[in-house]
Every structure is written in C-alpha cells, then in structure tokens.
C-alpha cells in the first residue's frame, strides 16, 4: 500500500458514515458532549495516526498536522514518516505538491474522500449532530471525559465495518475505526487549540 493510498483509505473508511439525522441513545448525554465540544470557525492540532492490519505484524504511522476552518474545510499535514499536504472539503480533496501545485484527486477514491471530508469537518468541527441515523449510538461517560460507539445497522455496512469510537474531553480527541476484517485505525489529536481566523500561510494554502 502506498503512502497515498494509505491516508486515503484511514480518511475513505470515516466516509461511510452518511450525513443524517441521527437517533441518539441517550439524548441528554450526547446534547451536552455536543455542547462540550462546540464549534469553532477555526480548529487546530497535531495528530498521530496508526493504521494496524490484521494480515502484517508491524503497524504504519503517521504523524502531523491539521487545520479545520468551517468555512473552507481541512488542511491535513503529514509530517513524519513522509511530508505531505493535503486539503480536504465538501467538493474532494487535493493534493499539495512541494513545488505548491494542486493535484485533484478523481473518480471513485476522490467520491469517498470528499464524503470523508464531511465527516472530518463534522469531527473535528465537534458537530455530533449530523452522524448517521443508521448508527446505533451508544454514548458513556469515561472520567471526566465521555466516549461514543457508533454501530452499524445494517448488515451490508457492517460487512466492511465493525464499529467506530469517538472519545474526547471538551474536543474530539480519538477516533478509532475497527474494520469487519479486523483492522484498526486509530488517530490521537493533542495540542488542539481554537482560533477565529486562519493564520496568513493557512489562507494561502486554503485559497482556491
């Protein structure tokens, strides 16, 4: 798998989730994480990202940065092992070359990553409210913090996907994707920081 295809596919997998009205298992508690984690017009952090396969012993990491700004989308910037640049948003996701030009992603990878971008804007966004209805939600309190299972209804989705976990304090700080076949990604944010504007070289990176 290449080191694309594997961004690409930790991002595509959040994608089957479908923006809908959800049905929330305990209305209050889910009210007062949406409230707890409530939006921001800018969102920053750096994250970690592991994707484990059932079939290899020896997991793939990646680690660096992101920028969610509402109106515009999610900067996601790999650092380590490799550098990379990507934006994604409603319409797809694209590909910031070294050399600054944008590289479109097509087809029916691109499909999936501008679905995932959604979700990305919706996570990140701390916006609970558009989580598929066709997800049984299971919402606890972990601590001071508070954790969502997301399970799948139907039996064609859950052939492909186990479950999904959000967990968080005052932000979403985990997700954990575990796939029907076993494989499992899961992304750490830290250092998450709100803001109401995009730094200079942000915008830039963002302007179309």
Do not use: C
């Amino acid at each position: 798998m290449t080191r694309r295809s594997f961004l690409l596919a930790a991002l595509a997998g959040l994608a089957g989730v479908m923006l809908a009205r959800p049905l929330w298992a305990d209305e209050a508690l889910l009210q007062e994480i949406a409230t707890r984690v409530a939006d921001a017009p800018v969102l920053r952090a750096e994250f970690s990202q592991t994707k484990t396969l059932a079939a290899l012993r020896k997991p793939f990491r990646l680690a660096g940065r992101f920028t969610y700004a509402r109106e515009a989308g999610v900067l996601w910037q790999v650092d380590t092992p490799y550098p990379a640049r990507y934006l994604i948003g409603r319409e797809g996701m694209v590909e910031i070359g070294p050399d600054g030009q944008r590289r479109a992603q097509s087809g029916r990878e691109a499909a999936g990553v501008a679905r995932a971008g959604q979700i990305l804007q919706a996570l990140l966004g701390a916006d609970l409210a558009p989580l598929q209805s066709a997800f049984v939600l299971d919402a606890s309190r972990q601590g001071e913090g508070w954790r969502v299972t997301l399970t799948p209804r139907s039996a064609e989705l859950a052939r492909h996907l186990a479950r999904i976990e959000l967990a968080g304090h005052d932000a979403v700080e985990q997700v954990d994707l575990f796939e029907a076949g076993g494989d499992h990604t899961e992304i750490r944010f830290t250092a998450i920081a709100r803001a109401t504007q995009l730094t200079a070289a942000e915008a830039a990176l963002f302007a179309r």
